[in-house]
């Protein structure tokens, strides 16, 4: 069984089947009990088991499998397959993780009559490398992904702010690793974040719409479609901020958006920032979490004279930078500790930083948030880093520095 092989059969299903080619090929190959695919949902804090093709059904939620203190949630956060052998020892576990640069896509799993060799389990992290690659190239084409994923029907305005965000919630690359997690309010309130990788530049964005519910969608789609359309015709940070701006006076019905626009060059590490009435983020270095204090313009779309002042942010590489929405600083998160969790939650990859932190809001309103709750968090590595390995997510420029999947975790 061959990674070109594995891609070519799925590439000749149907989009619905691939997985399931894919299974039949590898239990056939690896004479396996059981495979399955599982795939993360929108929060990130559990899987749900895709069946076989004709089984998936849309009308009820998709089945949960929690995540916390399973073999499951130790692959996903460690990105290292697992082998287990069952309380019997008649069958023996195999779960490796379903990622592509950084984005915790799913997990394989394997049911297998005897415990493989060092051969069987690469054949079973090529495989599952490949899947995610096959997950990304068929889930335009059926909303078998979108439903698994869903654990929980989205309103409307839900399904329009999801629709807004990133296809891919993390991505690693040499410099940098960033990761951002988003979980609604109650009432939706019109949070978003999205990042783009350019040749020389990487970019990020967090935005809040005043509002609620769909009204405040709505303003976010305004928001965000205006952002990606300046960008993507080569418009500079400050003209970005300035298209965003007019839009927003122009079609947003009074409406307004605060937010943070960041672009770091992958040439020499500058940076260019703009803050519109927006929470200030958050910088651990060395140890030490402090909050950085740029200075802060007006709203985007609101109507009285302003302008936006592109400034610079001083990052540095080993620095980490948390940047979020006020749901994260709601008054009943008071006791949460904001700067100690980032401090605490360190070793870990940003897409699992990120997670926690969100989770730790969560918790702290007791399952019901006010407002939505939103965070980017971006790792600098720094200009010198040219190379990543494709499997483990390290640094090849200096091998002798460990990647973040090999730290302990907090």
Request: with cysteine.
């Amino acid at each position: 069984m061959t990674l070109a092989g594995a891609l070519s059969a799925a590439e000749a299903a149907a989009p619905v089947e691939s997985l399931d080619v894919v299974a039949r090929m590898l239990k056939e190959h690896l004479g396996a009990v059981a495979v399955s695919f599982l795939i993360t949902d929108f929060t990130g804090s559990s899987v749900v088991r895709l069946g076989a093709a004709g089984s998936v059904g849309t009308d009820e939620p998709a089945r949960r499998i929690w995540l916390r203190g399973t073999l499951y949630d130790d692959v996903i956060r460690t990105q290292q397959p697992a082998v287990e052998t069952d309380g019997e020892g008649s069958l023996v576990r195999v779960v490796a993780p379903v990622t592509n640069r950084g984005d915790a896509i799913g997990l394989l799993e394997l049911f297998l009559s005897a415990a493989p060799g060092a051969q069987v389990m690469r054949e079973i992290g090529e495989t599952a490398h490949a899947l995610a690659y096959i997950v990304i190239a068929n889930r335009s084409f059926t909303d078998v992904y979108q439903w698994a994923r869903r654990t929980s029907p989205l309103s409307l305005a839900a399904e329009i702010q999801h629709r807004l965000l990133p296809a891919s919630l993390a991505c690693e690359a040499a410099q940098f690793a960033v990761a951002g997690a988003l979980e609604p309010a109650d009432h939706v309130g019109g949070d978003t974040f999205d990042y783009v990788i350019d040749r020389d530049t990487v970019q990020l964005s967090v935005t809040d719409a005043m509002g609620h519910d769909v009204a405040a969608a709505l303003l976010a789609t305004l928001m965000v479609s205006a952002l990606r359309r300046a960008r993507r015709a080569g418009g500079s940070l400050l003209e970005q901020a300035r298209q965003a701006d007019r839009a927003l006076y122009e079609h947003g019905q009074h409406g307004y958006v605060t937010g943070q626009l960041l672009r770091i060059s992958l040439l020499d590490g500058g940076t260019e920032f703009i803050n519109a009435g927006h929470p200030w983020p958050l910088r651990m270095r060395d140890g030490r979490v402090q909050q950085i204090a740029p200075e802060v313009d007006m709203p985007f779309g609101v109507r009285i004279p302003h302008g936006y002042r592109v400034q610079s942010l001083d990052l540095r590489p080993g620095d980490r930078l948390v940047m979020l929405t006020d749901g994260m600083l709601e008054r009943n998160i008071m006791n949460l500790d904001l700067s100690d969790l980032i401090g605490r939650t360190r070793a870990l990859h940003p897409r699992e930083a990120a997670r926690t932190l969100i989770a730790a809001v969560i918790d702290a309103n007791r399952g019901h948030l006010k407002d939505d709750a939103t965070v980017i968090c971006l790792d600098w590595h720094g200009t010198g880093n040219a190379r990543r390995d494709a499997a483990t997510g390290a640094d090849l420029t200096n091998a002798s520095q460990p990647s973040q999947r090999d730290k302990p975790t907090a």
